[in-house]
């Protein structure tokens, strides 16, 4: 029954109780006449409320379930709370061997079960068959307005978060830094609308031991509460630290598990951090699995062989924020800056050191991402996209070259996946840079930017590499050498409006269309430099209208048409400075219908209305 004197509280706000338990049962009676030595271990109370600190300490011993709060209870305190835990409480695993651990409430036959204060759990040895939950499984965590609890007022004044240290020991299943939106215990009229909740943060660390199952920053889902949608969220912050001696066989996400069908469910509102100092084998979410998330992500890799892919962004659980990854070490197989298949409103991604084989600036399979950047200032990369891999789509990409060492491609846009708008700035590089697209590998851009300020590259596309439609290509030369600039795309596909202008710089050979690549029209504008070659068109690629304007530079060739085949309808280049030996209206090889050269102020040596081995109908 209730009493009317203490309310059902064991210990005061000002007076806590401090209870310190130490389970070392070391000849066990579990498989003779019980299924466990202790089928319980509760750290709060079973009925009524408490202020205390709870200390736990396992060295050896079977134990069924393990909770560091309280378990609820069906009777009710009038105009008090009635099942409320405020303190603290710690729990140490050494060794023995536990189904399920639980460092808060778990609820019970009514939805009153709240957990005010920090979580500490500490696990250097020992066995857990089932999962960690940072919190409890159906009880509410933490203060918050938003809390069901309505006398969350009583718990305003504790600081509540989760603390787990692994150092040693085996996880069987999961680790979750919050909280379970099931209990066994609860139907869904008793289950709080924010049960399994966690108002704090969660900070996880591993530093040993050997976790099997996935690791989670935020909170489980579950969908079989007609009518609760919005179970196990959590509002604060989550970190998850993995290094040293740990060995991970699971996936890790830096948000909720969720499920999937219902994203609200495990909701993170809030940023997560992941820190990997050391070698893992599977992959790594900044966000949650199916779960959404309102913040921000963070990934850093410090050391470590990365033997499978990074996201920043979820499975298939989609951020409303901007996920990051940064690249500071290790040795790496795939980076994605998005998610999997999943929504992200911003990507960043970073490579400061270690060496990658292939980074995305945006999600993998699908995802729609508002814009991607990818900054590339030391290290080694082997391929680069700015946009999604397989599908989706990403509105605008940047790619920023200034310093990396790279041995493959560089790609504005996505591998299959389209993309609106592009952007390449060349700075600075290790090597020489062998292909650079500032579209993608056989991918769709509207308008694609290419900046050439200070690079040294053998092959530059303004365009698409094996296939793709792109409206319009921008490319400036301030400074830098380039052996090939092409205005258009390289294998396939085509371009509408090509426009390079050269401020400085050395090119070898400019091509205002593609390699082997129709384009419409391409306009080429010379300012300053030196260039041995300049075709209006393409390399090997029709283009049907080009205009070339030189106004200084040192130029050895200019062609209006294209070299080798590719037939251009009209050519047109105005000569207003500089210093020519020879131009061409038409082409190298290739023929031209009808070309034009307007010269008035440029220094020319040989200037031929036609092309060099190929004709042209009418010259001007």
């Known amino acids: 029954q209730v009493n009317n004197i203490s309310h059902n509280f064991t210990g005061t706000s000002n007076d806590p109780f401090n209870m310190k338990l130490i389970v070392d049962i070391e000849k066990s ?18 009925d009524g409320s408490m202020y205390g600190n709870s200390n736990i300490t396992v060295y050896n011993g079977q134990i069924g379930r393990l909770l560091g ?24 695993v ?10 808060g409430s778990l609820g019970r036959l009514q939805s009153d079960v709240y957990f005010y204060g920090p979580i500490n759990i500490n696990i250097h040895g020992g066995t857990i068959n089932n999962n960690i939950y940072g919190v409890g499984a159906g009880g509410v965590t933490g203060y918050s307005t938003k809390s069901s609890d309505p006398y969350k007022n009583y718990g305003q004044q504790y600081d509540t978060k989760v603390n787990i240290n692994i150092t040693g ?3 069987k299943g999961n680790l979750y830094g919050a909280g379970y939106g099931y209990s066994s215990y609860l139907n869904a009229s008793q289950i709080a609308n924010d049960g399994g909740a966690l108002y704090g943060n969660s900070n996880i660390t591993i530093s040993g031991g050997t976790i099997n199952g996935n690791i989670y920053g935020a909170g489980r889902g579950y969908t ?6 919005s179970l196990a969220q959590m509002y604060g912050n ?10 991970i066989n699971g996936n890790i996400y830096g948000a909720g598990e969720g499920v999937s069908g219902n994203s609200n469910n495990a909701k993170l509102t809030g940023n997560t951090n992941i820190i990997i100092e050391k070698s893992i084998n599977n992959s790594v979410f900044g966000a949650g699995n199916a779960s959404y998330q309102e913040g921000n992500t963070y990934v850093y890799v410090k050391d470590g062989i990365i033997e499978s892919d990074i996201y920043g962004g979820g499975n298939v659980g989609n951020v409303d924020g901007t996920s990051n990854v940064y690249i500071e070490g290790g040795t790496l197989t795939t980076i994605y800056g998005g998610g999997k298949s999943s929504n992200t409103t911003k990507t960043n991604v970073v490579q400061t050191n270690g060496s990658v084989s292939t980074i995305y600036g945006g999600a993998n399979e699908t995802g729609t991402i508002n814009e991607t950047q990818v900054t590339l200032t030391s290290g080694t990369v082997n391929t680069v996209y700015g946009g999604n891999n397989l599908g989706g789509n990403v509105d605008s990409t940047k790619v920023m070259v200034n310093g990396i060492n790279s041995t493959g491609s560089i790609y504005g846009g996505g591998n299959k996946a389209s993309t609106k708008t592009t952007k390449v700035e060349l700075i600075s590089s290790q090597n020489k840079l062998t292909n650079v697209y500032a579209g993608g590998e056989s991918a769709n851009v509207d308008t694609t930017n290419i900046v050439i300020n200070g690079i040294n590259a053998e092959n530059i596309y303004a365009g698409s590499n094996k296939e793709g439609k792109i409206t319009t290509t921008n490319t400036t030369m301030y400074q830098g050498e380039v052996d090939y600039l092409y205005g258009g795309n390289n294998l396939g596909g085509t371009t509408t409006d090509n426009i390079i202008v050269i401020e400085n710089g050395t090119v070898g050979t400019i091509f205002g269309g593609g390699n082997q690549a129709e384009s419409t029209t391409s306009n080429i504008t010379i300012n300053n430099g030196t260039i041995t070659n300049s075709f209006g068109g393409g390399n090997k690629a029709k283009v049907n209208k080009t205009t070339t304007t030189i106004t200084n530079g040192n130029i050895t060739n200019i062609y209006g048409g294209s070299n ?15 210093n020519i ?40």
């Open 238 to 247: 989550a970190t998850i630290h993995i290094k040293d001696n740990a060995t």
């Open 94 to 103: 050494h060794g023995g061997e536990i189904v399920e651990l639980f460092g």
């Open 169 to 171: 020991g085996t996880l």
């Open 564 to 578: 080798l085949t590719g037939q251009v309808e009209e050519s047109k280049i105005y000569l207003n400075g500089g």
């Open 69 to 92: 709060g309280s378990i609820g209870y069906s009777r009710t305190v009038s105009n008090y709370p009635s099942n409320g835990y405020y303190g603290s409480t710690t729990v140490n």
């Open 224 to 229: 079989g509460y007609s009518g609760k949608s």
């Open 29 to 46: 009676t579990k498989n003779t006449n019980y299924n466990y030595d202790v089928n319980l271990i509760v750290g709060g109370q079973t």
């Open 581 to 620: 030996t020879n131009v061409y209206g038409g082409g190298n090889k290739a023929s031209v219908t009808n070309t034009n050269v307007n010269s008035a102020s440029s220094t020319v040596t040989n200037l031929y209305g036609g092309g060099n081995e190929a004709g042209a109908t009418k010259t001007n």
